[in-house]
């Protein structure tokens, strides 16, 4: 029997919060695609790195989601098979590393294409930018290996267990909760403090480097602001797994910060297209030519991009 009805919100946001969600994070990263692809922007190694970051996002989405859904009505199925426990964290934790580390390598190439420096400028290329795509995801999924090796099922629960579990949290600490946006804070630092420079040097910025900029600090904060507490929480449950007196309602407690924790960790594949539309006018104007070129909005006037 439940000591708190928070067991009851849990199921109320999995069954209608993270529904809209969930479509909210596929329909926006199909949208990025479609743009992403278009001549304005593919011709650039930023859109390589977005285009690549929407594509892991819906992967992302779909492989960890829908078994959230599933379970809402069904048995968990992480519970009843250890291959498709290990299976299922091992490919959404890797998924989830390449969309942060996707971001951290596209804050890099925009300072690379600050510099003046000729040769430093030729290391960002489309090129390029595909083959780190292409490398980071198969270091992340060799690097992620220790999860379906060392996690198992125990009373009915899928997940990491005695020293494994402490070892797990330091481990997503460093490179989920501090070095990816430690890596992006400096490389997207150091790219306005370039362009500031140039600002003042009377060179002149594109308009367009300057809102990929923009799109690219605003996925950076969310980047940020949901791997924190993420993984604050892993480190706590680690600290206290050994606590042996928790009350009922204290481990209610618990339960609930984690899947509220994890919701907002799902925002780093939800949020990239919301965050473009918001903060860049040439990608909110391709997008409304999109729109009006499928006759979702009226053609009232010619509409041009900038």
């Not at 299976?87 to 951290?104: E, F, K, M, P």
Request: hydrophobic residues 45%; charged residues 15%; contains cysteine.
């Amino acid at each position: 029997m439940n000591i708190t009805d928070l067991p009851f919100i849990q199921q109320k946001m999995i069954r209608y919060g993270m529904t809209i969600y969930f479509a909210l994070g596929i329909i926006g990263n199909i949208f990025n695609c479609i743009i992403f692809t278009q001549s304005t922007y593919r011709r650039t190694p930023s859109s390589i790195y977005f285009l690549s970051l929407s594509i892991v996002s819906i992967i992302y989405l779909i492989w960890l989601m829908f078994p959230i859904f599933y379970s809402l009505d069904h048995s968990d199925l992480q519970t009843k098979s250890l291959f498709y426990c290990k299976t299922r964290l091992y490919v959404g934790h890797c998924l989830g590393q390449c969309i942060r580390y996707i971001v951290v390598f596209a804050c890099i190439d925009r300072y690379i294409i600050t510099q003046t420096n000729f040769h430093i400028r030729s290391l960002s290329s489309i090129q390029i930018a595909v083959k780190i795509v292409f490398t980071i995801s198969l270091i992340w999924f060799i690097i992620g290996i220790h999860v379906p090796i060392l996690m198992s099922i125990r009373e009915s629960v899928c997940g990491m267990f005695d020293l494994y579990k402490l070892i797990y949290a330091i481990y997503q600490i460093i490179l989920v909760g501090l070095l990816p946006p430690i890596l992006m804070i400096i490389f997207s630092s150091l790219t306005i403090r370039t362009l500031q420079y140039r600002h003042a040097a009377q060179i002149r910025i594109r308009k367009r480097d300057r809102y990929l900029m923009r799109m690219l600090i605003a996925e950076v904060i969310i980047n940020i602001v949901t791997s924190i507490p993420y993984s604050t929480n892993l480190v706590y449950g680690a600290i206290t797994y050994y606590v042996v007196s928790k009350s009922s309602k204290r481990l209610e407690i618990e339960t609930f910060i984690t899947f509220v924790t994890q919701f907002l960790i799902y925002l780093i594949g939800v949020a990239p297209f919301y965050l473009f539309i918001s903060t860049a006018k040439p990608f909110r104007k391709r997008f409304i030519n999109l729109l009006r070129h499928v006759r979702i909005f009226p053609r009232n006037e010619q509409h041009t991009t900038g």
